[in-house]
């Protein structure tokens, strides 16, 4: 063994926070941990260079996703590999889950594509340096700390934004980009859809307008062109315009298996809409509170319409999409009666007044939803006295939710065929976020 080499190897780390994870005859993993860990890095390989230590700096290996560095010392003709892995020094916190975790991962692949769109190529875990980190953060405008994504981020979520990247510059050449995420540049794009939605009231939530997570932006555009538009519409025809010109690019993010991503359109006007839903029949049955129409040939393709609220709250009435294979998706109250409306098919009262009157318990409302099962055929005429004292003694929330499904169900069931087919591939394709009301993006996974 060339015991200086060795000696040399250690010196160098004696200054960081330094243990041996495992060690066999032909290799020692060294684990060096520090708060940043791309600095750390750098300041290893900075020791190992000023002690004469023969390395290999920003290695990409299966120990870590973040590049490693590597030093072989010869024994005898024998070789053993000394491998130095960087992680970072996390505080109990972590690096959080949830909405912090959602916030870490979707601000680190606007700062991975802005890396190799600066680079102007695309990037291995090689490339995760230093130097690279400092000169791509001024194109990555996000709402999370540069710390952070640098060294917080997991090692699959690391593979993921390098693919994820790699795919982006592929698309996007030019080095004429910044990579927004929750930016004030984000937020302009935001509010130019919420104030048209507080008219035309399409959408409960955003996401289902636009589920961008990140945006690719033209440098020096200014989004404010979006707010002189007054129609969803005309924002989303802007839209399309501006993702077309390569100006203004929503990106939804997916975390991305393998070593290759893949980006594909929703929403272009261009496309034809893919869903098969169409109209079939509708179903209910007394004691439930619920009702689905059904949109496709299987069992279970249909929507389940019901109050969603936890408890005996009286809230949450809206529609899931069910599948063969999984939930697809749901459309609460607003926008179904936007989609209802817009096909000239009316709309349904209120979620508030529905409460109302079913906290009220009256007579006479008891008796609106007798007859509404008389005409829907799940009870009798000569049984409406008995339904209605049945309703009566029903809880809130069965009469919050079965007085709405009941009046859905038979708007459905006395549409045109044309018309009911129209309106449930607009409910699918909402819970879907593709409804025609929806701004274009393109999905990265």
């Not at 999370?144 to 592929?170: C, H, R, T, V, Y």
């Amino acid at each position: 063994m060339k015991v200086d080499e060795l000696l040399a190897l250690n010196k160098a780390l004696q200054g960081f926070d330094t243990q041996v994870k495992k060690a066999s005859a032909r290799t020692v993993v060294y684990v060096v941990k520090a708060p940043d860990r791309s600095k750390l890095a750098a300041d290893v390989n900075a020791e190992l260079k000023k002690l004469h230590v023969k390395h290999e700096a920003n290695v990409k290996d299966k120990e870590s996703g973040f590049p490693i560095t590597t030093v072989t010392i010869k024994d005898n003709g024998k070789s053993v590999l000394y491998k130095i892995v960087y992680k970072p020094l996390r505080g109990s916190g972590g690096s959080g889950a949830g909405a912090a975790a959602t916030k870490l991962g979707e601000s680190a692949q606007a700062l991975y594509a802005a890396l190799a769109n600066n680079l102007g190529r695309s990037i291995t875990a090689s490339d995760l340096t230093e130097a690279n980190f400092n000169k791509a953060i001024d194109l990555a405008i996000t709402d999370e700390a540069f710390a952070k994504m640098k060294n917080d981020l997991p090692d699959d979520w690391i593979k993921s934004s390098i693919a994820g990247a790699n795919e982006l510059q592929k698309r996007y050449s030019k080095k004429n980009f910044e990579y927004h995420r929750g930016s004030a540049k984000v937020t302009i794009v935001e509010n130019a859809f919420k104030q048209i939605n507080k008219t035309e009231r399409a959408f409960g939530d955003i996401n289902k307008w636009s589920p961008a997570d990140i945006y690719i932006i033209k440098k020096g555009f200014n989004p404010k062109t979006l707010l002189d538009e007054t129609t969803l519409k005309g924002l989303n025809q802007k839209m399309f315009e501006l993702l077309s010109d390569n100006i203004l690019i929503g990106v939804s993010l997916k975390k991305i298996e393998s070593s290759k991503g893949n980006i594909s359109q929703k929403n272009f006007p261009t496309d034809k809409k893919a869903s098969s839903a169409s109209f079939v029949k509708t179903s209910s049955t007394f004691d439930a509170m619920d009702g689905y129409v059904y949109w496709g040939s299987g069992a279970n393709d249909r929507i389940q319409f019901r109050s969603f609220g936890t408890g005996d709250g009286l809230t949450g009435w809206q529609g899931e999409v069910k599948g063969s294979s999984a939930n697809q998706g749901k459309i609460s109250l607003g926008p179904l009666n936007y989609v209802l409306k817009s096909h000239g098919a009316g709309e349904l009262p209120s979620s508030k007044e529905s409460a109302r009157l079913a906290k009220q318990n009256s007579d006479a409302h008891a008796k609106t939803i007798a007859k509404l099962m008389i005409d829907y055929k799940m009870v009798s005429k000569k049984d409406e006295q008995a339904t209605i004292n049945t309703i009566k003694g029903k809880s809130e929330k069965y009469r919050y939710s079965k007085w709405l499904v009941l009046l859905l169900l038979i708007k459905m069931r006395d549409l045109d065929k044309k018309t009911a087919d129209q309106v449930v591939q607009d409910m699918y394709l909402y819970a879907s976020s593709q409804s025609s009301a929806s701004a274009p993006y393109l999905k990265l996974e």
